[in-house]
């Protein structure tokens, strides 16, 4: 298809607009697809996006350069912390869980930006549960809760006993209202929960919002999919966001929010990749 001659603001508009929309960098062909702007245009167009801040060029990856609408620093930052919200990691592991989500971002670049978090009081160092230490976001226990039941599925699977009771998060209140409450989460409810995810958002660590997932799954009660939603979380199979300040929202915004049982609220669900 014939590329469509533009004026130098409507070709950064259009770059912006693409950019703004994608979900993951993308190179210059695909925006030259995208945009239907011929090379030159393109690149003069680009080179405005990035001198005006509306565009940014990532690090070189497999011999591919990327765009995007924020820069790799911004994002490894942002990979950095939505990870040490979700569970309380070595430095290692995390910085090699950042890098997947950040192409072309080196290992030592990424030690740089936790250093950085670390330095700015985002990040702190707290006590390993074998050994070492873990990351966690500041004051959030949430992550290090997660560690922990983790930690102890696997002494119980070590031990011959099933890990399944502690990936069920009890509600405040006694025994007898523990039970009920897990009696009512269907069977089926942590698969449909998945299900849903992938037909709003296919690609992988795309978050969803709490309240458009409950949306299209009306016959789950609050209780049902708050607790499917932890499970997924605590078996690794979903990216839970945290809300950094749900009791400040009003009571039914706040019930929109999945309820970590622990203080903890979380605004969206996104798929592990």
Same mark, same amino acid.
């Given at each position: 298809?014939?590329?469509?001659?533009?004026? @130098?603001?409507?070709?950064?508009?259009?770059? +912006?607009?693409?950019?703004?929309?994608?979900?993951? @960098?993308?190179? #210059?062909?695909?925006?030259?697809?995208?945009?239907?702007?011929?090379d030159s245009e393109l690149k003069s167009a680009?080179?405005?996006?990035?001198?005006?801040?509306?565009?940014?060029?990532?690090?070189?990856?497999?011999?591919?350069?990327?765009?995007?609408?924020?820069?790799?620093?911004?994002?490894?930052?942002?990979?950095?912390?939505? $990870?040490? *919200?979700?569970? /309380?990691?070595?430095?290692?592991?995390? $910085?090699?869980? /950042?890098?997947k989500q950040v192409p072309g971002f080196s290992?030592?670049?990424?030690?740089?930006?936790?250093?950085?978090? $670390?330095?700015?009081?985002?990040?702190?160092?707290?006590?390993?549960?074998?050994?070492? +230490?873990?990351?966690?976001?500041?004051?959030?226990?949430?992550?290090?809760?997660?560690?922990?039941?983790?930690?102890?599925?696997?002494?119980?699977?070590?031990?011959?006993?099933?890990?399944?009771?502690? +990936?069920?998060?009890?509600?405040?209140?006694?025994?007898?209202? /523990?039970?009920?409450?897990?009696?009512?989460?269907?069977?089926?409810?942590?698969?449909?929960?998945?299900?849903?995810?992938? *037909?709003?958002?296919?690609?992988?660590?795309? @978050?969803? *919002?709490?309240?458009?997932?409950?949306?299209?799954?009306?016959?789950?009660?609050?209780?049902?999919?708050?607790?499917?939603?932890?499970?997924?979380?605590?078996?690794?199979?979903? #990216?839970?966001?945290?809300?950094?300040? @749900?009791?400040?929202?009003?009571?039914?915004?706040?019930?929109?929010? $999945?309820?970590?049982?622990?203080?903890?609220?979380?605004?969206?669900?996104?798929?592990?990749?």
């Amino acid at each position: 298809m014939p590329t469509l001659e533009a004026s @130098p603001a409507e070709a950064v508009e259009r770059i +912006t607009g693409v950019l703004k929309s994608a979900v993951k @960098p993308l190179t #210059f062909g695909q925006l030259k697809k995208a945009t239907r702007l011929a090379d030159s245009e393109l690149k003069s167009a680009l080179e405005a996006a990035m001198t005006q801040g509306a565009a940014f060029r990532w690090p070189d990856y497999r011999k591919t350069q990327y765009f995007w609408r924020q820069s790799a620093d911004d994002a490894a930052r942002q990979a950095v912390l939505a $990870i040490a *919200s979700e569970e /309380a990691l070595s430095s290692a592991v995390l $910085i090699a869980r /950042a890098c997947k989500q950040v192409p072309g971002f080196s290992r030592n670049a990424m030690q740089r930006t936790v250093a950085a978090l $670390i330095s700015g009081n985002e990040l702190q160092r707290v006590p390993g549960l074998r050994a070492g +230490t873990l990351m966690v976001r500041p004051g959030d226990s949430a992550a290090y809760a997660a560690a922990a039941r983790k930690y102890l599925a696997e002494r119980f699977r070590r031990a011959g006993f099933d890990p399944a009771g502690l +990936t069920v998060p009890l509600p405040v209140g006694d025994s007898k209202q /523990a039970v009920e409450v897990a009696a009512e989460v269907p069977a089926d409810a942590a698969s449909r929960i998945l299900e849903t995810i992938q *037909s709003l958002e296919p690609d992988p660590g795309v @978050p969803v *919002s709490t309240q458009r997932l409950r949306n299209h799954l009306p016959g789950l009660s609050k209780a049902a999919f708050d607790s499917a939603a932890l499970e997924l979380r605590n078996t690794e199979k979903v #990216f839970l966001s945290l809300h950094h300040d @749900p009791h400040n929202l009003p009571q039914n915004e706040r019930d929109l929010l $999945i309820d970590g049982g622990d203080g903890t609220f979380y605004v969206a669900i996104s798929l592990r990749r």
